[in-house]
């Protein structure tokens, strides 16, 4: 099967997995599956994802029933086998045993002298013209490639019973990652192994040969730590003109790269990804890869669908006796595990991990070089670290020059360094003199014992981090002696809320629960603290993916919050979070309520200037956004602008906030160039703070496109999205959401100017990446946009499967935003239309929705109507619908420049008489 079919075979499956196989069949024919292969493999697939696990009695005994079929086959082929003279050898026991056949220990006996070898043979029963291409093929790369890390070649033929053998260098070792967890090998020195394996695939690339099949069992190291490179069964000679390998969908799934998976075009850039799925393991000792079935089916899927768990985080779910044996396998402790995988080689391990080729390094060579890079202490070009990242290399590269240069320019300002610290050292005792307070006196020696652990002479001139700070903080918690419990809690949550702010959920959920047993063990009464714990513990779930557990918490906390507290800080905190949780579960309706409630109070409580409470009124503006409330986010945060403006004190950045989403609730002609220009002023803060290239002005100049399109400013909208897109394709991965969120609205001003090949492009590029985790609402929102430039370039087709596959996606799901809806039901029709079917009930319930949430002079509603009015006049051609479809058309003409796509689209559908 060639990579386009295996593409729609994948779309389909994702498309059908949820349904019940009832329908199956049925969906197939709507999209006009009819080839019969296409469909019989989608089956397969849907009939495989739905066996979840249930066997019958059959099942049961069936892999005993085999592996006792197989034990047998085997004991019969060595007995067969053993003792055999293949050319100049004698096979002496099995050492091996694959898909292909087995390999063999054996032993030269032709009297030249004494070699041992492996030989590797085909077990009878298989294409024998297909085997013996293969190793026939094998036996040529390797006859290509010299290299002491790479297994080499000695001899070959056939059989006299017509099986190809080999004879390789005969390797007695241990696979790459079982020898170094035995032998306790550092991070440094596994490292040091890793760039022995890529400097032999570097001499297979430079010999046009990928291997396409790296993985730790093909990975041996000899008892003196030598490294070699075996089984190049699989491997594929890259034709140098097209730089890619011919087609073969061969390899092992949980060691495949995306493009193996899809069937497209190999190239060296599948051994980058599988060096990358290799370092992740000697390094973390765990796959990067969440699956709940160790099935080749779930892999494929997991490589295809999820992003890869950052190594810093492959920790998460390990208990504290799993991760202690892990970490002294690499002779660190947990926490210095995690600090030396956080950052460099985070970045370096998920460059070579990305989902297109060409994101990862260029070359095996280039990936060497960076974690070169990094044993050496220097910038890797993984990451785009500015001058305050280059800084902290080279002093961690030059530790002993830098504390030099230090204590130099101490002795030259050395009066005036005394004196200050003799000044601040009796601050502190005046201080500690005057605190009478126990809780006090823990605070202070708590917070100095953690800056005591930066202090050079600890650290042997190693720079230490904000996070690293926070870690011995939550390290030193563990250890130091609390007297007073509520000093205890508090810090713990303090902590905790700082490693929220840095976005390290799972040390905050970690922190948060050690709060909560303290809470529980000691202050059991105390009803205000265990509510706070709960509320930011499941704050931590929700960025843990854990919707579920937080909301429980939640509930608990609500039913703990003490009556007098419910016009509280603590009640408003409670309540926003509820509602970010229930909206992240698809509870819309729920979760307004809730978080109305909570900016309420933080409003009244803090008034409408402040952060906290602007800051919730603009995440409630967004839910009111998402399900077409506009006129209420409106009334909301108009008075919170106009306080922000009003007070000296107003943090700038909020108030482009605020002022993009009022912004966003002007949604009529009348307020477009009001609306425009309140993005422009948030535009102006925003590049002012941060700069010109920063991803918050990629993020504003979106939503100042959104706006220009309202106001029928196509080529300004077009220019400020490409503005935009540029920024993000500089900051964001080319898979990550954000990116596809750009693509997607890049393309939307393209269609807008008639480029419709343009946007169609954008919309597939933006549906390639949407399809992977976003809401399935976007993609159904993408999948319209693609339906209509496919619609409107002719290839009816693809534009009916597009936009029924759109349909069935927001009729599945429990709160789509109404307008969008509409606006896929009126693609629908125009697609019915196209293809000469009328049928008008897509278009009614189309009118409904947008009468029912947007404005009268919404272009989308006018095009709704104008849609509607067109098919119920094919329907049924009446006066009444004539003068239905005139009044559509002239508003229409009214709202649209002339000239524009738009309204020519519309203008098509007019009645000949």
Same mark, same amino acid.
């Given at each position: 099967m060639d990579a386009e079919n295996w593409q729609r075979v994948r779309a389909l499956f994702d498309a059908l997995v949820e349904r019940p196989p009832t329908e199956w069949l049925t969906s197939l024919d709507e999209r006009g599956v009819d080839d019969p292969v296409i469909r019989e493999e989608v089956l397969a697939l849907l009939r495989a994802d739905g066996e979840d696990g249930v066997r019958t009695v059959i099942d049961a005994q069936a892999p005993a029933v085999l592996s006792d079929l197989s034990a047998r086959e085997a004991e019969i082929e060595n007995q067969r086998l053993e003792g055999r003279v293949v050319g100049a050898f004698r096979l002496v026991e099995e050492i091996g045993r694959g898909g292909m056949g087995t390999v063999w220990r054996a032993q030269r006996i032709d009297g030249q002298f004494e070699q041992g070898v492996a030989i590797k043979l085909i077990r009878s029963g298989w294409d024998a013209a297909e085997m013996i291409g293969r190793f026939r093929a094998e036996r040529q790369i390797l006859a290509h490639l010299n290299h002491p890390?790479?297994?080499?070649? +000695?001899?070959?033929? %056939?059989? =006299? &019973?017509?099986?190809?053998?080999?004879?390789?260098?005969?390797? =007695?070792?241990? &696979?790459?990652?079982?020898?170094?967890?035995? #032998?306790?090998?550092?991070?440094?020195?596994?490292?040091?192994?890793?760039?022995?394996?890529?400097?032999? %695939?570097? #001499?297979?690339?430079?010999?046009?040969?990928? #291997? !396409? &099949?790296?993985?730790?069992?093909?990975?041996? %190291?000899? !008892?003196?730590?030598?490294?070699?490179?075996?089984?190049?069964?699989?491997?594929?000679?890259?034709?140098?003109?097209?730089? #890619?390998?011919?087609?073969?969908?061969?390899?092992?799934?949980?060691?495949?790269?995306?493009?193996? %998976?899809?069937?497209?075009? +190999?190239?060296?850039?599948? =051994?980058?990804?599988?060096?990358?799925?290799?370092?992740?393991?000697l390094l973390t000792g765990r796959r990067p890869y969440k699956v709940a079935h160790s099935t080749p089916a779930a892999y494929e899927r997991a490589i295809l669908d999820q992003e890869p768990t950052r190594p810093s985080l492959a920790f998460a779910n390990d208990d504290a006796g799993d991760l202690a044996a892990r970490a002294a396998q690499r002779e660190m402790s947990p926490q210095h595990l995690r600090r030396e995988l956080r950052g460099d080689l985070d970045a370096i391990i998920l460059k070579a991990l990305r989902k297109q080729p060409e994101q990862r390094y260029a070359s095996v060579a280039d990936f060497a070089a960076d974690v070169g890079r990094y044993l050496e202490r220097r910038p890797v070009a993984a990451r785009r670290g500015g001058w305050r990242y280059r800084g902290s290399r080279f002093l961690r590269r030059h530790a002993l020059a830098a504390i030099l240069t230090v204590v130099t320019l101490a002795g030259l300002v050395g009066g005036l360094a005394v004196a200050l610290w003799q000044a601040e050292l009796a601050r502190t005792q005046r201080d500690l003199a005057r605190s009478e307070s126990e809780k006090s006196s823990q605070t202070v020696q708590f917070l100095l014992d953690i800056f005591r652990s930066a202090d050079p002479a600890t650290t042997k001139g190693e720079k230490i981090t904000a996070e690293e700070l926070l870690e011995s903080g939550a390290e030193r918690a563990e250890r130091f002696r609390f007297s007073d419990p509520d000093v205890h809690f508090d810090l713990l949550m303090a902590m905790g809320e700082a490693y929220l702010g840095v976005g390290a959920a799972k040390e905050a959920f970690d922190l948060f629960n050690r709060a909560l047993e303290v809470q529980a063990k000691h202050l059991p009464d105390a009803a205000r603290k265990r509510v706070h714990a709960l509320t930011l513990l499941a704050r931590s779930q929700g960025s843990l993916d854990d919707l579920k557990g937080g909301a429980r918490n939640l509930d608990e906390a609500a039913s703990l919050l003490p009556v007098e507290d419910a016009e509280t800080e603590l009640a408003a905190d409670l309540l926003m979070t509820r509602g970010i949780n229930r909206m992240s579960q698809g509870e819309i309706s729920t979760a307004i309520d809730d978080m109305a409630r909570g900016t309420h109070l933080f409003v009244k409580l803090r008034g409408a200037a402040d952060d906290t409470a602007a800051s919730s009124a603009i995440t409630l503006s967004w839910a009111y956004d998402d399900q077409d409330r506009v006129a209420e986010g409106r009334q909301l945060l108009e008075p919170i602008v106009a306080a922000m403006r009003q007070t000296g004190t107003t943090n700038p950045v909020r108030l482009a906030d605020a002022l993009d989403a009022l912004a966003n609730m002007y949604v009529s002609s009348a307020d477009a160039a009001q609306a425009s220009q309140m993005r422009r002023e948030a535009l102006e803060i925003t590049r002012r703070v941060y700069g010109e290239a920063h991803g918050y002005v990629g993020i504003r100049l979106n939503n100042l496109a959104f706006s220009l399109m309202r106001s029928h400013d196509y080529l300004g909208a077009n220019a400020a999205m490409k503005e935009a897109i540029e920024i993000r394709r500089a900051l964001e991965p080319p898979g990550s959401r954000k990116f596809g969120t750009g693509l997607n609205n890049l393309a939307s001003t393209e269609y807008a100017l008639g480029h419709w090949a343009e946007a169609e492009r954008l919309w597939k590029q933006a549906l390639e990446i949407r399809r992977k985790g976003s809401d399935t609402t976007d993609t159904a929102y993408t999948l319209t946009g693609l339906a209509g430039s496919q619609r409107e370039q002719g290839r009816l087709a693809e534009a009916r499967r597009s936009i029924d596959e759109a349909v069935a996606l927001l009729r599945a799901h429990p709160s789509p935003k109404p307008t969008h809806l509409a606006r896929t039901l009126v693609e629908h029709v125009e697609v019915d239309l196209a293809q000469r079917k009328i049928a008008c009930a897509d278009a009614e319930e189309a009118v409904s929705l947008m009468h029912a949430n947007a404005s009268a002079d919404d272009p989308h509603r006018l095009y709704a109507e104008a849609i509607a009015a067109a098919c119920a006049w094919r329907a049924l051609p009446s006066a009444q619908t004539r003068r239905r479809f005139e009044e559509a058309q002239a508003a229409m003409r009214a709202e649209f420049p002339v000239g524009s796509a738009r309204l020519l689209q519309a203008q098509r559908y007019s009645i000949v008489n």
């Amino acid at each position: 099967m060639d990579a386009e079919n295996w593409q729609r075979v994948r779309a389909l499956f994702d498309a059908l997995v949820e349904r019940p196989p009832t329908e199956w069949l049925t969906s197939l024919d709507e999209r006009g599956v009819d080839d019969p292969v296409i469909r019989e493999e989608v089956l397969a697939l849907l009939r495989a994802d739905g066996e979840d696990g249930v066997r019958t009695v059959i099942d049961a005994q069936a892999p005993a029933v085999l592996s006792d079929l197989s034990a047998r086959e085997a004991e019969i082929e060595n007995q067969r086998l053993e003792g055999r003279v293949v050319g100049a050898f004698r096979l002496v026991e099995e050492i091996g045993r694959g898909g292909m056949g087995t390999v063999w220990r054996a032993q030269r006996i032709d009297g030249q002298f004494e070699q041992g070898v492996a030989i590797k043979l085909i077990r009878s029963g298989w294409d024998a013209a297909e085997m013996i291409g293969r190793f026939r093929a094998e036996r040529q790369i390797l006859a290509h490639l010299n290299h002491p890390n790479i297994a080499h070649l +000695i001899d070959g033929g %056939v059989t =006299d &019973d017509g099986l190809p053998w080999l004879a390789l260098e005969y390797v =007695d070792g241990t &696979d790459l990652r079982r020898y170094c967890d035995d #032998h306790q090998l550092h991070i440094e020195a596994r490292l040091g192994l890793f760039l022995t394996v890529c400097a032999a %695939v570097s #001499h297979a690339h430079a010999h046009l040969i990928v #291997h !396409r &099949d790296l993985k730790p069992s093909n990975l041996l %190291v000899t !008892r003196n730590g030598e490294v070699k490179l075996l089984d190049f069964g699989i491997a594929k000679l890259v034709d140098p003109e097209a730089g #890619h390998a011919s087609l073969q969908r061969v390899f092992t799934p949980e060691y495949a790269a995306p493009e193996q %998976v899809r069937g497209e075009a +190999i190239t060296t850039s599948v =051994d980058v990804y599988a060096l990358g799925l290799l370092l992740y393991e000697l390094l973390t000792g765990r796959r990067p890869y969440k699956v709940a079935h160790s099935t080749p089916a779930a892999y494929e899927r997991a490589i295809l669908d999820q992003e890869p768990t950052r190594p810093s985080l492959a920790f998460a779910n390990d208990d504290a006796g799993d991760l202690a044996a892990r970490a002294a396998q690499r002779e660190m402790s947990p926490q210095h595990l995690r600090r030396e995988l956080r950052g460099d080689l985070d970045a370096i391990i998920l460059k070579a991990l990305r989902k297109q080729p060409e994101q990862r390094y260029a070359s095996v060579a280039d990936f060497a070089a960076d974690v070169g890079r990094y044993l050496e202490r220097r910038p890797v070009a993984a990451r785009r670290g500015g001058w305050r990242y280059r800084g902290s290399r080279f002093l961690r590269r030059h530790a002993l020059a830098a504390i030099l240069t230090v204590v130099t320019l101490a002795g030259l300002v050395g009066g005036l360094a005394v004196a200050l610290w003799q000044a601040e050292l009796a601050r502190t005792q005046r201080d500690l003199a005057r605190s009478e307070s126990e809780k006090s006196s823990q605070t202070v020696q708590f917070l100095l014992d953690i800056f005591r652990s930066a202090d050079p002479a600890t650290t042997k001139g190693e720079k230490i981090t904000a996070e690293e700070l926070l870690e011995s903080g939550a390290e030193r918690a563990e250890r130091f002696r609390f007297s007073d419990p509520d000093v205890h809690f508090d810090l713990l949550m303090a902590m905790g809320e700082a490693y929220l702010g840095v976005g390290a959920a799972k040390e905050a959920f970690d922190l948060f629960n050690r709060a909560l047993e303290v809470q529980a063990k000691h202050l059991p009464d105390a009803a205000r603290k265990r509510v706070h714990a709960l509320t930011l513990l499941a704050r931590s779930q929700g960025s843990l993916d854990d919707l579920k557990g937080g909301a429980r918490n939640l509930d608990e906390a609500a039913s703990l919050l003490p009556v007098e507290d419910a016009e509280t800080e603590l009640a408003a905190d409670l309540l926003m979070t509820r509602g970010i949780n229930r909206m992240s579960q698809g509870e819309i309706s729920t979760a307004i309520d809730d978080m109305a409630r909570g900016t309420h109070l933080f409003v009244k409580l803090r008034g409408a200037a402040d952060d906290t409470a602007a800051s919730s009124a603009i995440t409630l503006s967004w839910a009111y956004d998402d399900q077409d409330r506009v006129a209420e986010g409106r009334q909301l945060l108009e008075p919170i602008v106009a306080a922000m403006r009003q007070t000296g004190t107003t943090n700038p950045v909020r108030l482009a906030d605020a002022l993009d989403a009022l912004a966003n609730m002007y949604v009529s002609s009348a307020d477009a160039a009001q609306a425009s220009q309140m993005r422009r002023e948030a535009l102006e803060i925003t590049r002012r703070v941060y700069g010109e290239a920063h991803g918050y002005v990629g993020i504003r100049l979106n939503n100042l496109a959104f706006s220009l399109m309202r106001s029928h400013d196509y080529l300004g909208a077009n220019a400020a999205m490409k503005e935009a897109i540029e920024i993000r394709r500089a900051l964001e991965p080319p898979g990550s959401r954000k990116f596809g969120t750009g693509l997607n609205n890049l393309a939307s001003t393209e269609y807008a100017l008639g480029h419709w090949a343009e946007a169609e492009r954008l919309w597939k590029q933006a549906l390639e990446i949407r399809r992977k985790g976003s809401d399935t609402t976007d993609t159904a929102y993408t999948l319209t946009g693609l339906a209509g430039s496919q619609r409107e370039q002719g290839r009816l087709a693809e534009a009916r499967r597009s936009i029924d596959e759109a349909v069935a996606l927001l009729r599945a799901h429990p709160s789509p935003k109404p307008t969008h809806l509409a606006r896929t039901l009126v693609e629908h029709v125009e697609v019915d239309l196209a293809q000469r079917k009328i049928a008008c009930a897509d278009a009614e319930e189309a009118v409904s929705l947008m009468h029912a949430n947007a404005s009268a002079d919404d272009p989308h509603r006018l095009y709704a109507e104008a849609i509607a009015a067109a098919c119920a006049w094919r329907a049924l051609p009446s006066a009444q619908t004539r003068r239905r479809f005139e009044e559509a058309q002239a508003a229409m003409r009214a709202e649209f420049p002339v000239g524009s796509a738009r309204l020519l689209q519309a203008q098509r559908y007019s009645i000949v008489n």
